[in-house]
């Protein structure tokens, strides 16, 4: 430190008690402990007004809230890491929310939703009679659901919450993609998941009103396809933006 910048009669203490937040990291410990040392010296040696002696001490504060983050995982969940920015806690869990989130700091939906849950729900969707026998599996639902677990699918509230919001979702793909009906084994909802596009579809969905924003490719067909069927070109456009994935011909004719 320059001369002029005397340290504190209490500088052990000083370096001791701020070093007790382990999860500091080195660069902005010592960035705080000169911010510390400079605002002392000033203010013992009387350089400045009891205004401005105020003002650095909050912006010390202020510094020491921010650096303050923990990176280490909890001993409960190893995949959990927790970092503080200005008293909000966001956290990441591994490859299943691995963007920083105040929602993955909850369960994620392996947590609570696994494979064999799966398999109970949709049962019947691998059998003779359904029409995307081996398309549909959890490993896929769960890798889809990741990208959108740091902005809150299935990580919203509480374990009850959660598993309502999952719940819900695929009950609503299992109606969409049904194959059973009244009287067959297990009733309709055992027969989810048995679609992946519309079968017979009776037009190709293409509203020229729509010719600027989203036009349509020509020999290509926007008839329902997916576990919640999208339709028409409109559709197709705004859930390619949303997904940035560029709907193609090749895939709009399959």
């Given at each position: 430190f320059p001369p002029t910048l005397s340290p504190p009669s209490d500088q052990s203490s000083t370096v001791q008690s701020i070093t007790t937040y382990k999860h500091i990291q080195p660069l902005a410990l010592n960035t705080l402990l000169l911010a510390f040392r400079f605002i002392h010296s000033l203010i013992s040696e009387e350089k400045m007004k009891k205004q401005n002696a105020v003002v650095l001490l909050l912006a010390f504060v202020i510094l020491l809230t921010d650096a303050i983050t923990t990176v280490n995982g909890?001993?409960?969940?190893?995949?959990?890491q927790v970092k503080y920015k200005r008293g909000k806690?966001?956290?990441t869990q591994g490859w299943e929310c691995?963007?920083?989130?105040?929602?993955?700091?909850?369960?994620?939906?392996?947590?609570?939703?696994?494979?064999?849950?799966?398999e109970n729900?949709?049962?019947?969707?691998?059998?003779?009679?359904a029409?995307?026998?081996?398309?549909?599996?959890?490993?896929?639902?769960?890798?889809?659901?990741?990208?959108?677990?740091?902005?809150?699918?299935?990580?919203?509230?509480?374990?009850?919450?959660?598993?309502?919001?999952?719940?819900?979702?695929?009950?609503?793909?299992?109606?969409?993609?049904?194959?059973?009906?009244?009287?067959?084994?297990?009733?309709?909802?055992?027969?989810?998941?048995?679609?992946?596009?519309?079968?017979?579809?009776?037009?190709?969905?293409?509203?020229?009103?729509?010719?600027?924003?989203y036009p349509c490719t020509p020999g290509a067909e926007y008839y329902g396809r997916g576990a919640i069927p999208i339709y028409w070109n409109y559709n197709y456009g705004a859930a390619g933006e949303a997904l940035k994935v560029f709907v193609d011909k090749v895939m709009l004719t399959r």
């Amino acid at each position: 430190f320059p001369p002029t910048l005397s340290p504190p009669s209490d500088q052990s203490s000083t370096v001791q008690s701020i070093t007790t937040y382990k999860h500091i990291q080195p660069l902005a410990l010592n960035t705080l402990l000169l911010a510390f040392r400079f605002i002392h010296s000033l203010i013992s040696e009387e350089k400045m007004k009891k205004q401005n002696a105020v003002v650095l001490l909050l912006a010390f504060v202020i510094l020491l809230t921010d650096a303050i983050t923990t990176v280490n995982g909890d001993d409960r969940n190893p995949k959990l890491q927790v970092k503080y920015k200005r008293g909000k806690k966001y956290c990441t869990q591994g490859w299943e929310c691995n963007n920083w989130s105040i929602y993955c700091c909850n369960l994620t939906i392996s947590d609570y939703f696994q494979t064999y849950h799966f398999e109970n729900l949709f049962s019947k969707r691998n059998t003779p009679v359904a029409h995307a026998v081996g398309f549909w599996d959890y490993h896929s639902f769960i890798n889809a659901a990741a990208l959108f677990e740091p902005q809150g699918f299935g990580t919203t509230g509480n374990k009850t919450m959660q598993m309502m919001e999952i719940a819900a979702f695929l009950g609503h793909v299992g109606s969409k993609t049904s194959c059973g009906y009244g009287v067959a084994t297990g009733g309709p909802t055992a027969w989810g998941l048995c679609y992946n596009h519309e079968m017979s579809p009776s037009q190709t969905y293409c509203d020229d009103y729509y010719k600027l924003t989203y036009p349509c490719t020509p020999g290509a067909e926007y008839y329902g396809r997916g576990a919640i069927p999208i339709y028409w070109n409109y559709n197709y456009g705004a859930a390619g933006e949303a997904l940035k994935v560029f709907v193609d011909k090749v895939m709009l004719t399959r």
